[in-house]
């Protein structure tokens, strides 16, 4: 009697194991590598449920370093922005990460800011900084890592973390 049951239960488990892998590769578009997308493909143009796009323009992003900003609103109304930056190859990326964390505002602090987290498959490093509204301390979140020359930056006017980090996997790359 117990030999039917396991026998039974290990089909019934392969046959949810196939639909799941079967489904998965039916449903997901693999997306191009990012050596032959140009930088306005790197701009999600729908956001996740709850975010709308609103568009796209140039952006300067440090030391007249310039890209392309996305600009999206979640459904409380914050504004949150994609920023990408092609540079001539990834030392050159690379260099502009660390520029960019060595800035005043954020070499300055009492606090390490820095996190190293990873997103879509790369090291990226979370910025927390933090403001004064309404007499409190608020805190503001920024994601920052690059894809061989590219270099991404998410970041929003939420004191939320999550809609950060959801519109920073919906970039992919």
């Known amino acids: 009697m117990r030999k039917p049951i396991i026998v039974f239960f290990l089909i019934f488990a392969f046959a949810i194991v196939s639909g799941c892998i079967s489904q998965d590769s039916k449903t997901s578009t693999p997306k191009p590598p990012i050596s032959?997308?140009?930088?306005?493909?790197?701009?999600?143009?729908?956001?996740?449920?709850?975010?709308?796009?609103?568009?796209?323009?140039?952006?300067?992003?440090?030391?007249?370093?310039?890209?392309?900003?996305?600009?999206?609103?979640?459904s409380y109304g914050a504004n949150l922005y994609i920023q990408v930056v092609n540079m001539s190859n990834l030392v050159e990326a690379e260099e502009?990460?660390?520029?960019?964390?060595?800035?005043?505002?954020?070499?300055?602090?009492?606090?390490?800011p820095f996190e190293e987290v990873y997103i879509s498959g790369h090291k990226a490093t979370k910025i927390t900084?933090?403001?004064?509204?309404?007499?409190?301390?608020?805190?503001?979140?920024?994601?920052?890592?690059?894809?061989?020359?590219?270099?991404?930056?998410?970041?929003?006017n939420t004191e939320t973390e999550e809609p950060i980090l959801r519109l920073a996997w919906l970039v992919g790359y």
């Open 129 to 156: 900084t933090y403001y004064t509204k309404a007499g409190r301390n608020a805190p503001h979140y920024s994601y920052i890592w690059n894809n061989e020359s590219f270099v991404f930056l998410v970041t929003g």
């Open 96 to 112: 502009l990460i660390r520029k960019y964390k060595s800035q005043d505002f954020l070499k300055n602090l009492s606090y390490n």
């Open 36 to 74: 032959e997308v140009k930088i306005d493909d790197l701009i999600p143009k729908e956001g996740p449920p709850g975010f709308r796009y609103l568009g796209t323009h140039d952006v300067v992003f440090l030391e007249n370093v310039t890209g392309l900003e996305g600009v999206y609103q979640d």
